[in-house]
């Protein structure tokens, strides 16, 4: 049972932006910390942004100032807006639980930032 897909990745240019989507079953949503996390090619997976319940964020300091989550609870969907987005912000994007359940990784998305 899928119960957490990530949606909104492409291909962007230097620059550009791109907003995520990962919709939640309730049962995780409503109780959870929810994050967002990314792996690049060779690299470990790493939180890049978070969002309690009560609306708190907090950001990796390589996207603070350009990256933006939200949570919208009547949807049971979190966001991940990206804006001025670099080459080195190419990677596959998750969303999970903060701290993450190893049972709730999917797919993911990908992103590439490219010219």
């Known amino acids: 049972q899928v119960q957490l897909v990530e949606s909104g990745g492409g291909l962007v240019q230097p620059g550009g932006s791109l907003r995520l989507s990962c919709a939640a079953s309730r049962s995780i949503f409503v109780f959870n910390t929810m994050g967002w996390y990314r792996q690049a090619p060779g690299k470990q997976r790493d939180l890049v942004a978070r969002i309690t319940t009560g609306g708190t964020t907090n950001y990796a300091d390589s996207v603070k100032g350009r990256f933006a989550i939200s949570r919208d609870n009547a949807k049971n969907t979190v966001y991940l807006q990206m804006n001025s987005l670099k080459p080195e912000d190419t990677a596959v994007y998750y969303c999970?639980?903060?701290?993450?359940?190893?049972?709730?990784w999917g797919q993911g998305t990908q992103v590439t930032v490219s010219s």
């Open positions: 999970n639980t903060d701290p993450p359940a190893v049972y709730y």
